[in-house]
């Protein structure tokens, strides 16, 4: 019975004239509509019918709270990998995915040799798998760093030995009494051949890894860049990322190790054109290049 119908009744009771037992009831249920009443406005009654959702959601978080501590050997870990894989969709930003799935693959390859140590094999090897779908997730989401191939290095030509030609002797008056010496010949000595310069900088090898490049790049005074875009291509027309305002930059790449990787900067400054360009060569996962300059 809401308060407008209440109401209604009221008023119309003043018109109306009855009987003792049917005004006792009529009593009877106004009291009790405006006890029910005055007990649904009350805070413990609000509660009381909010509880059932309050449990819910308790339970609900409750629930995903241990899902996403789930480790390798549980039941619900895998619950908690598709839970992860899928929140890679919130992250528009291809630096902020490949950043996000690197976190992942960090925490899934110390889960894995968490395991490992434990002696739990059989859960080792289901994070192992779990850990090689996330750095083939991670190597489709960076650029990967062309080859460059060194040029080949000259191999040292040896240069002959002259061989000396025999003076002519003087033409003499043979004596009778004496038979000259047939000349003695003389030891040629054998160089011995120039061993090849070996090059200084191995070839790549392995599979390509993520690789975090990180550097700064200056003005022609020095300063700081701001603003200037970062490329792996010198004729790609998008930026992997433009420098901060103190000219630092960081940026992942898939490369493989002892790989040369050459970063290419420009900056548009009205008709003016900067350019500048550093290189490295990869030995772990975390490359630091040299300052770059730029200029015209």
Same mark, same amino acid.
């Given at each position: ?7 209604? *009744? ?22 009790? /509509? ?39 050997? @549980?039941? *619900? ?40 140590? @434990? ?78 310069? @070996?090059?200084?900088?191995? /070839? ?27 490329? *792996? ?64």
């Amino acid at each position: 019975m809401n308060d407008e119908r209440l109401i209604a *009744l009221l008023g119309s009771l003043r018109y109306e004239r009855m009987d003792r037992i049917a005004d006792d009831r009529t009593r009877e249920r106004l009291e009790n /509509a405006w006890r029910e009443r005055a007990q649904r406005q009350t805070w413990a009654y609000r509660v009381r019918g909010l509880a059932p959702v309050l449990a819910i959601l308790v339970l609900a978080v409750g629930l995903v709270a241990s899902t996403m501590r789930a480790s390798g050997d @549980s039941a *619900l870990y895998g619950v908690r990998v598709a839970i992860e894989d899928a929140m890679v969709l919130l992250y528009s930003d291809p630096e902020d995915r490949a950043q996000y799935l690197l976190s992942l693959l960090d925490e899934r390859m110390a889960e894995a040799a968490r395991l490992e140590a @434990s002696g739990n094999a059989l859960a080792a090897a289901r994070v192992r798998q779990v850990e090689e779908e996330t750095l083939r997730a991670v190597k489709g989401t960076l650029p990967e760093a062309p080859e460059v191939v060194p040029p080949p290095t000259p191999e040292p030509t040896e240069s002959a030995t002259p061989t000396p030609s025999p003076t002519p002797s003087e033409t003499s008056t043979p004596v009778p009494t004496a038979t000259p010496l047939p000349p003695t010949p003389r030891p040629t000595a054998t160089r011995a051949p120039t061993p090849r310069p @070996s090059s200084a900088t191995p /070839a790549p090898s392995g599979t390509p890894m993520p690789v975090t490049v990180t550097g700064r790049v200056k003005n022609p005074d020095l300063s700081p860049a701001a603003n200037v875009c970062v490329r *792996l291509d010198p004729t790609s027309v998008t930026c992997l990322k433009t420098t901060a305002a103190d000219g630092t930059y960081s940026v992942v790449v898939a490369a493989r190790l002892n790989q040369t990787i050459t970063l290419y900067f420009t900056r548009q400054d009205g008709t003016v054109l900067y350019k500048a360009y550093v290189s490295g060569v990869v030995k772990g996962s975390l490359l630091a290049m040299p300052d770059a300059k730029l200029q015209q």
